[in-house]
């Protein structure tokens, strides 16, 4: 029997640490071949996008398909993301799921991910740009990842919108959060998390002190890159979540005239087939495009719970 689960359903069967785990093993999967994803495929009339991805992981028991349209005015508009995921040994349709939450949350485990394996483990400072949805749950995640965190930087272009987001943030974690302006936050950060709808870049290589992580997180387009060339120029490791995705989204290396076969994965990286950081004063690039994996790993935890609980509408 299918399931409809709606995305309060996803968020209180989903913590930001059961993402983490499924994330992780995500990665592991994808690196030794024991699961595959499929790059996103895009379609465009005038101003209207359908974005579609899918991916199948048979030791899980399943796959699943990702789509969600995007309508382009002065903003964007229509952006509802919807999952379909099957069972891989009979292609029964396990559930429909809503899948905004599912895709923020495992946004920002995927850049927790990323940070406890290559950012220094005494990082204090988190720098964050943008102050949307998706940066709320970088920061939750990042909370946890960061033992020693004790300041986030906040960098926004709408001061109104930066602001009411500052005091959501401190008021749920209670921890320091505080704006600030993009060179600044950069030259204070130990991690920085990009996560702006920007086409150029929003921090700079010359900013960087050394140590710093930076995950870049915003861009899945090839045409769009939150940093310039100096910051891969000056890092020591770069690695994206999949070589085959980035060949085709990953602005931050394209449009830097950047070669992403040359760089390795962040499930390399996990199951020790590349080597990490080799010195605290390493600077660091983690290039997350988002895998249609993720939210399959993620997707499979959430059915089974929801299912134990009887939660969710069925349908036939």
Not at 35 to 49: F, L, P, Y
Request: contains cysteine; glycine residues 8%; hydrophobic residues 45%.
């Amino acid at each position: 029997m299918t399931r409809y689960l709606d995305d309060d359903i996803v968020a209180s069967e989903l913590s930001a640490q059961d993402a983490f785990a499924c994330v992780e093993r995500a990665f592991r999967l994808l690196a030794d071949g024991s699961a595959t994803n499929a790059v996103r495929q895009r379609s465009q009339m005038g101003t209207a996008v359908i974005n579609v991805m899918w991916a199948l992981a048979p030791t899980e028991g399943v796959m699943g398909v990702k789509a969600y349209p995007v309508v382009r005015t002065d903003v964007s508009q229509g952006s509802v993301l919807t999952f379909l995921l099957y069972a891989i040994d009979t292609g029964e349709l396990l559930a429909v799921m809503k899948a905004d939450r599912l895709s923020q949350i495992r946004t920002g485990a995927a850049t927790a991910v990323a940070t406890r394996a290559m950012a220094r483990p005494d990082a204090e400072v988190l720098s964050v740009y943008g102050a949307g949805l998706q940066a709320e749950t970088q920061i939750r995640a990042l909370v946890s990842a960061l033992p020693n965190l004790r300041s986030v930087r906040v960098v926004g272009r709408s001061v109104e919108r930066r602001d009411a987001f500052i005091t959501r943030m401190r008021r749920e974690l209670g921890v320091d959060v505080r704006a600030d302006e993009p060179e600044s936050a950069a030259r204070a950060a130990d991690v920085i998390v990009t996560v702006t709808g920007s086409a150029a870049p929003v921090i700079r290589g010359s900013w960087l002190k050394a140590g710093t992580h930076v995950n870049a997180v915003g861009s899945n387009m090839a045409t769009k890159r939150e940093v310039d060339r100096e910051v891969l120029e000056r890092a020591a490791l770069i690695v994206v979540d999949d070589r085959e995705v980035a060949q085709v989204e990953c602005g931050d290396l394209i449009a830097n005239g950047w070669d992403p076969s040359s760089v390795g994965t962040i499930g390399e990286l996990l199951s020790n087939r590349i080597p990490g950081r080799m010195s605290p004063e390493d600077i660091t690039v983690f290039e997350s495009q988002g895998l249609a994996l993720q939210d399959v790993v993620c997707g499979a935890l959430v059915v089974k719970r929801a299912t134990e609980k009887g939660f969710g509408l069925r349908i036939s």
